[in-house]
């Protein structure tokens, strides 16, 4: 299979391809660059460059797939238009995984409790809970009060009572919940991750080769926001 991976969800601006060979090897081109808010400038040049690396013609593309969210409203809106429109146009099946799940997938062989975190400003986060490889929380836009809560009550029960964040709002979700007043995380050790991907579009491309994901492609899906966007906020109840 040659599949594109294009993980547009935060700063980081992530493209992975993935192209087969007659031995049945799969050689992997990546692109990624700390892209702050270029990733409409930056992600067409980066495939059509990924794409001569790899002597691909876009039409020799058999799968795409990008980050579902949740994430940036407008990276995720850049990597679904282009995801899709690209797909639409090559004729080839469109899926998207969701960004925390895909974060969580190289720890899932590790015991105990992980949460990936992103930094979803206006003091929240968006985060989810995995135990053993399993989510045992479903997607979260939580404060830090709430996510100590969460923790909490993930390990009440659970021994060695600790958790690792990970992900590039770790560290700031790290220095926010040991500030907080009396934290209900006094006897709970919070790891932060250290040498974490910077990217997710290999992991991307990993689920793609490894899952049924596009199965089924649905044109009509849409990023997981999670959050109300501030125009959404703005309208009269």
Not at 70 to 83: D, E, V
């Amino acid at each position: 299979m040659n599949l594109l991976a294009v993980d547009t969800a935060t700063e980081k601006l992530s493209i992975a391809l993935s192209a087969g060979k007659d031995t049945g090897h799969q050689d992997v081109w990546l692109f990624e660059a700390d892209a702050g808010l270029r990733h409409s400038e930056l992600v067409m040049e980066s495939i059509d460059m990924l794409c001569k690396k790899a002597a691909l013609k876009p039409e020799d593309l058999t799968g795409i797939v990008c980050m579902g969210g949740p994430g940036s409203f407008t990276g995720l809106r850049i990597g679904f238009s282009l995801a899709k429109g690209l797909a639409l146009a090559l004729g080839c099946p469109f899926a998207a995984i969701p960004t925390l799940d895909c974060m969580a997938r190289p720890l899932s062989s590790l015991k105990g409790l992980i949460m990936p975190v992103l930094d979803a400003k206006k003091s929240s986060f968006f985060c989810a809970l995995y135990r053993d490889g399993v989510k045992i929380r479903a997607d979260m836009d939580l404060s830090p009060e709430a996510i100590a809560q969460t923790i909490a009550a993930a390990t009440a029960s659970q021994e060695p009572k600790q958790v690792l964040l990970f992900g590039p709002g770790s560290g700031l979700l790290h220095s926010k919940l040991t500030q907080l007043p009396q934290s209900p995380l006094a006897n709970i050790d919070i790891l932060v991750g250290k040498g974490i991907r910077w990217g997710n579009a290999q992991t991307l491309l990993e689920i793609a080769r490894e899952t049924d994901i596009f199965a089924n492609p649905d044109f009509s899906a849409g990023p997981e926001y999670i959050r109300k966007s501030d125009a959404e906020e703005a309208l009269p109840s």
